[in-house]
T-cell receptor
């Protein structure tokens, strides 16, 4: 069984640019969540997609947007990058039919550096 | 709102020492509680979970009991190993909406031989 994968592993951008991060959910999972983990902090919830629709959103501005595709993979897009967007971005997926049981499985993350 | 308060680190222990990492929570409704572990250079891995009061989650020698009366979910291990060195995160989720996870700030554990 393939776990959650994310690409790229590392990324360096400059302030004001746009970035797209990608996530492939674990086989059999239809819910994808994105989290931002600043250095030395716990992850913070950005948003979740369930069956290709946004299913909830944390306290992040609209320049953070996402997509989920029919194969349940997902993208996180960030526009107008700011220095504070530098963080590890984590994708997590949950199993089909198991939406109520909370267990989320995390990918290794994408380290974004904004200069 | 929903939140988790976690014992601040870092924590340094000798091999075979007893480990406790404290975690308390605030939540509306009846949350599920989790401990995740992050090894150096890796993503988060679920260590254990408990979904209702008095449940005990356990895995790899780690244990935590869901205590509703004290709103706590402390992580314990009787004898730590060098390989347990990692950052440990306490988290909760409430079964409404996105049932997203709320994480504590993490506790870095270093076990020395």
């Amino acid at each position: 069984e393939t776990g959650v994968t994310q690409s790229p592993t590392h990324l360096i951008k400059t302030r004001g640019q746009q970035v797209t991060l990608r996530c492939s959910s674990q086989s059999g999972h239809n819910t994808v969540s994105w989290y931002q983990q600043a250095l030395g902090q716990g992850p913070q919830f950005i948003f979740q997609y369930y069956r290709e629709e946004e299913n909830g959103r944390g306290n992040f501005p609209p320049r953070f947007s996402g997509l989920q595709f029919p194969n349940y993979s997902s993208e996180l897009n960030v526009n107008a990058l700011e220095l504070d967007d530098s963080a590890l971005y984590l994708c997590a997926s949950s199993p089909i039919g198991d939406r109520s049981t909370d267990t989320q499985y995390f990918g290794p993350g994408t380290r974004l550096t904004v200069l | 709102g929903d939140s988790v308060t976690q014992m601040e680190g870092p924590v340094t222990l000798s091999e075979e020492a007893f480990l406790t990492i404290n975690c308390t929570y605030t939540a509306t409704g009846y949350p599920s509680l989790f401990w995740y572990v992050q090894y150096p250079g890796e993503g988060l891995q679920l260590l254990l979970k408990a979904t209702k009061a008095d449940d005990k989650g356990s895995n790899k020698g780690f244990e935590a009991t869901y205590r509703k009366e004290t709103t706590s979910f402390h992580l314990e291990k009787g004898s730590v190993q060098v390989s347990d060195s990692a950052v440990y995160f306490c988290a909760l989720s409430v079964q409404t909406g996105a049932n997203n996870l709320f994480f504590g700030t993490g506790t870095r554990l270093t076990v020395i031989p």
